[in-house]
């Protein structure tokens, strides 16, 4: 029987969702008025590859996938690097990269508590991850000779 999400998991997918949204309408109405195309499609790509994040995780957490962790832990790395990036691209020096650690120190606030949980939800609810065997190396074995080809050299 597939296990039933806890109440979390439906809570941090509502707010994966609404971040998703939120980048969604990044994608569509960003603009930096015609004077920086790079930038307006550095923003609404990096945006995309958020709400695409946002998508899967959210599946993840409101269908109890066994998923649900790495997908939120990756939304989490994804926002973190997006906020670095874009701050010191809109910045134009590292001094960005300050301002951005100050936002990320304030949203880890609430996004580590929720990694954590959806962590700890889904060890309980599938086990913990067993590493799989590594697959076999193949044999390597000379191809039969044809008939009336020469024989193989001794070395």
Do not use: C, H, N
């Not at 998991?9 to 309408?25: D, P, V």
């Not at 015609?34 to 946002?54: I, N, P, Q, V």
């Not at 899967?56 to 997908?71: G, M, N, Q, S, T």
């Amino acid at each position: 029987m597939k296990p039933r999400a806890p109440f979390g998991f439906y809570f941090a997918g509502l707010f994966a969702g609404l971040f998703g949204t939120a980048m969604l309408a990044v994608v569509i109405v960003a603009d930096a008025g015609g004077a920086d195309l790079w930038g307006t499609l550095f923003l609404r790509t990096g945006a995309a590859a958020l709400a695409a994040l946002s998508g899967v995780a959210v599946e993840a957490l409101l269908f109890a996938r066994r998923w649900a962790y790495p997908a939120t832990l990756a939304l989490a790395l994804g926002y973190a690097a997006g906020v670095m990036a874009f701050s010191v691209y809109a910045s134009g020096s590292i001094l960005g990269l300050f301002a951005a650690l100050i936002v990320l120190i304030v949203s880890a606030l609430v996004v580590l508590p929720v990694v954590f949980f959806v962590r700890d939800a889904s060890i309980s609810l599938f086990g913990i991850p067993r590493p799989r065997p590594a697959a076999p190396q193949p044999v390597m074995r000379p191809a039969p000779a044809r008939p009336g080809s020469p024989p193989a050299p001794w070395w």
